[in-house]
């Protein structure tokens, strides 16, 4: 069987002339296999070169992305020390406001609720040692820990805030002025001869001598409980009022020549109450004044701030 032959016309552009020429068709499909390989080639060559140069491109690009992050999570080591410093003030803050407070300091291990803290040391060593990835994870273990720091400290100074207000107001209700602005102490807290009676008594406040007339005044803040107006000569407190102040204190007011307050009426400190007098069993215009702790007698002047007292 012959060889097929395969003809092949070229025409020209140019000048529209026309050549045509032979070729087998073993020849035929050997050149096209030529052409079709060396396409091939070329090809694979150009991939290549293209897939290498992007490789270096994307290679470049993330090398700069990760001197920028590691720029960056350097710059976030040193402003994380700088909060640490802050948290640490804060804390010393708040110890000395607890001490204030009469509040138990909190202890180290708290202030770190279980995490050791950071320095220098910390944050440096997280260079070259580590990955990106374990920067950032170490970063925000660290921050988490902050968190929990600063979140204790502001409960620590709701706590210190509570008990702050708390004590204020326990304060206006502690018995601790003089109930006279002018007055001298006569007879004081304890065993005494009696000046009526003539026999040894306990005395179980202290008398303050004043001018009949002068203003008695509530030693603290409280509600007046007991007012008696009605009396028998030289028979017990004569015109006097008790007044409660809460916490377990109450305070008597006695030998008045008249009472100013009415029962369950609440008052402040410096109210004036009564004016001084000597009802009762009394041998001279005076106050006599009490305090007492869950009902139980207590020096007065163990509560005065003050004595010579004043607004």
Same mark, same amino acid.
């Given at each position: 069987m012959h060889?097929?032959?395969?003809?092949?016309?070229?025409? $020209? %552009? !140019?000048d529209s002339k026309s050549k045509a020429f032979e070729l087998s068709g073993r020849y035929f499909v050997a050149l096209l296999s030529v052409v079709v390989v060396a396409v091939f080639l070329v090809f694979s060559v150009f991939l290549s070169v293209f897939t290498s140069f992007y490789q270096? %491109? @994307? *290679?470049? $690009? %993330?090398?700069? &992305?990760? @001197? &920028? *992050?590691?720029? @960056? %999570? $350097?710059?976030?080591?040193? !402003? *994380? *020390?700088?909060? @640490? $410093?802050?948290v640490n003030g804060l804390e010393r803050e708040d110890d000395d406001l607890r001490i204030i407070a009469n509040l138990p300091i909190l202890d180290s291990d708290t202030r770190k609720v279980g995490i050791g803290g950071f320095n220098n040391t910390t944050v440096n060593a997280s260079f070259g040692n580590e990955g990106l990835s374990d920067q950032v994870n170490n970063y925000q273990s660290i921050l988490d820990q902050v968190e929990r720091r600063l979140d204790l400290t502001i409960s620590s100074r709701q706590a210190i805030r509570e008990k702050l207000e708390a004590d204020r107001e326990m304060m206006k209700h502690i018995p601790s002025v003089k109930p006279l602005l002018n007055g001298r102490l006569n007879d004081r807290f304890g065993l005494r001869m009696h000046p009526i009676y003539s026999k040894l008594k306990r005395h179980e406040g202290v008398d303050i001598a004043a001018p009949e007339g002068s203003e008695v005044f509530a030693a603290a803040a409280g509600v007046v409980t007991k007012v008696v107006a009605k009396y028998k000569r030289n028979v017990s407190y004569g015109k006097h009022v008790i007044i409660d102040h809460g916490y377990g204190l109450s305070t008597l007011y006695g030998h008045m020549s008249r009472v100013l307050v009415k029962q369950g009426q609440k008052i402040d400190r410096w109210t004036p109450i009564g004016l001084v007098g000597q009802t009762g069993a009394a041998t001279g215009p005076h106050l006599h004044y009490e305090v007492r702790k869950n009902n139980q007698p207590q020096d007065p002047m163990s509560y005065i701030l003050d004595i010579r007292s004043g607004h």
């Open positions: 060889d097929k032959k395969v003809k092949v016309i070229y025409f $020209s %552009l !140019r270096n %491109l @994307e *290679l470049a $690009s %993330l090398t700069k &992305q990760n @001197e &920028q *992050l590691t720029t @960056e %999570l $350097s710059g976030m080591g040193e !402003r *994380l *020390l700088d909060v @640490e $410093s802050r």
